[in-house]
């Protein structure tokens, strides 16, 4: 499987941003994907994820409400669509997949795509 993501950017506080992150390769092994992020000097969190056959979706708290992730099964391809950018969301982005259920710890994620660099200005 890869993972290829895109969308980073700079952005002023209150801003939207997309992330878009297109898979390929033996893709039918995808139960979930994920997306990661890592600030500076800080360990990688979980920000969302979604189940690639159901479609239901999971966030963290510090991005519920704002952030909203979604599929395209015809494209391979998903988004995190980043409203209401705060300064705290600035980190790599990191776009994942795996092939068991839903689990927030990157350690469950066997595939991840090359970061994309989210910087929100204050």
């Known amino acids: 499987v890869q993972l290829q993501a895109s969308g980073g950017g700079l952005v002023q506080a209150g801003g939207s941003l997309r992330l878009s992150c297109a898979r390929s390769?033996?893709?039918?092994?995808?139960?979930?994907m994920g997306w990661f992020r890592q600030a500076p000097g800080k360990e990688r969190e979980f920000v969302a994820a979604?189940?690639?056959?159901?479609?239901?979706?999971y966030y963290a708290d510090s991005v519920k409400g704002r952030f909203t992730f979604s599929g395209d099964g015809f494209k391979n391809t998903v988004y995190l669509q980043m409203n209401s950018l705060k300064p705290e969301d600035t980190a790599v982005y990191y776009c994942?997949?795996?092939?068991?259920?839903?689990?927030?710890?990157?350690?469950?994620?066997?595939?991840w795509g090359q970061g994309t660099l989210v910087t929100v200005s204050s």
């Open positions: 994942a997949a795996s092939s068991g259920p839903f689990d927030s710890t990157s350690s469950s994620y066997a595939y």
């Open positions: 390769g033996r893709i039918f092994s995808i139960n979930n």
């Open positions: 979604i189940g690639w056959r159901d479609g239901t979706t």
